[in-house]
């Protein structure tokens, strides 16, 4: 059966978060009714995050799980979620459980009505002047430059329709744009608080250099816009998959 909902999820070096995000990603798409499926990408872990993730896989016939060759980003985790997403929802979230499951039904009953729905960490756990000022800054660039104004274009919890995010040609680092990318084929797009919570395991990939390069995607951000739907010639290689594994139904 294909399902109504895709929920993509990358994870690099998550080993600890594998149990947890898994369990509570189950518990809130069983309890909205709906079929659905998990896709976890694993981006080139070098812990013990593809093992967690097979034994999940090996007893769930909801879970698919993705593995990279190595470590290619999360553009690509994205990417690779995207192109195997049979469902007409796919939902994007992070793999260290800073974004909330239980805030999914919400924002699946704003895309009702709209093609994005974006989630907005209002209250942040992190860092005030690494992390936090330097997105106040990049995302009202960002609504100027993509005419998309959001206050949270870094925010992994998203909802797109399908048809808006598959045919996307990304190129490395574009997660970050998705919500402006994805408009130009569904110009509907909301904003949604969201929780956010404290990182309990692991240690953050990100840090203030990230902002550097947001910057200059910034100046080119209507050319990268045009290229994401406008492609010309091959797609550049984004990703390798090293394996692909799908839960037995029972």
């Known amino acids: ?13 998550e ?17 909205l009714d709906r079929s659905y499926e998990l896709i976890l990408v694993d981006d080139g872990s070098r812990d013990g995050t593809f093992p967690r993730l097979a034994a999940v896989c090996a007893r769930d016939p909801h879970v698919r799980v993705i593995r990279f060759s190595r470590n290619f980003g ?4 994205f990417a690779a979620g995207f192109a195997h997403a049979r469902g007409r929802w796919i939902v994007t979230s992070d ?3 800073q974004n909330d499951p ?4 919400r924002l699946l009953d704003v ?7 974006c989630g907005w960490r209002k209250y942040r756990k992190d860092a005030y002047l690494t992390r936090q000022l330097p997105s106040v800054v990049a ?3 960002l609504g100027i430059a993509s005419g998309i104004p959001l206050h949270d274009n870094g925010c992994s919890l998203k909802v797109f329709r399908a048809e808006v995010v598959k045919p996307l040609a990304l190129a490395p680092g574009m997660h970050r744009y998705l919500p402006a990318l994805a408009s130009q084929l569904g110009g509907r797009v909301a904003e949604v608080v969201v929780n956010h919570r404290p990182r309990r ?5 990100y840090g203030l250099s990230r902002t550097c390069g947001v910057v200059c995607d910034i100046v080119r951000l209507r050319q990268l816009m045009r290229q994401a739907v406008e492609r010309t010639g091959p797609a550049p290689r984004l990703y390798e998959i090293a394996e692909m594994i799908e839960g037995a139904p029972h």
């Open 201 to 205: 395991f692991g240690r953050s990939k």
């Open 139 to 141: 995302n009202w660039l």
């Open 102 to 105: 239980a805030d999914i039904p």
């Open 74 to 77: 999360q553009t690509a985790a």
């Open 111 to 117: 895309a009702r009505d709209h093609d994005i729905v």
């Open 15 to 31: 080993e600890s978060n594998v149990e947890p995000l898994y369990h509570e990603l189950t518990a809130v798409m069983r309890a």
């Open 95 to 97: 793999g260290d459980l």
């Open 1 to 13: 059966m294909t399902p109504d909902i895709s929920v993509v999820v990358p994870l690099y070096d």
